[in-house]
Nanobody, 115 residues
Framework: QVQLVESGGGLVQAGGSLRLSCAASRSIRAINNMSWYRQAPGKQRELVAAISNIGTTNDADSVKGRFIISRENAKNTVYLQMNSLKPEDTAVYYC?????????WGQGTQVTVSS
């Protein structure tokens, strides 16, 4: 079993930056893939970025060149560095871990980008 706790959300002006953190309750080396998803009001949850346990990354087209996913194994933490934020990035951001063929989700952190 894995517990995931997100932090770092908040209110920021358009063009600003935020860094989200996702802390895992066990070694992230044992977690195959860790991902960030987001869900805006009235919309489906969508993949933002993912990183494998060997460091391979995958980004959604809407965030390419602006968001960077990374992992710090020593702290069992995955980060999402978000730059050049836009109002359309406003959403609840969730962390997901794929461990033993099961998906584990965090509780989410709100990101609000004002225009």
């Amino acid at each position: 079993q894995v517990q995931l706790v997100e932090s770092g959300g908040g209110l920021v002006q358009a063009g600003g930056s935020l860094r989200l953190s996702c802390a895992a309750s066990r070694s992230i080396r044992a977690i195959n893939n860790m991902s960030w998803y987001r869900q805006a009001p009235g919309k489906q949850r969508e993949l933002v970025a993912a990183i494998s346990n060997i460091g391979t990354t995958n980004d959604a087209d809407s965030v390419k060149g602006r968001f960077i996913i990374s992992r710090e194994n020593a702290k069992n933490t995955v980060y999402l560095q978000m730059n050049s934020l836009k109002p359309e990035d406003t959403a609840v951001y969730y962390c997901k871990g794929d461990y033993n063929a099961r998906d584990y989700w965090g509780q989410g952190t709100q990101v609000t980008v004002s225009s």
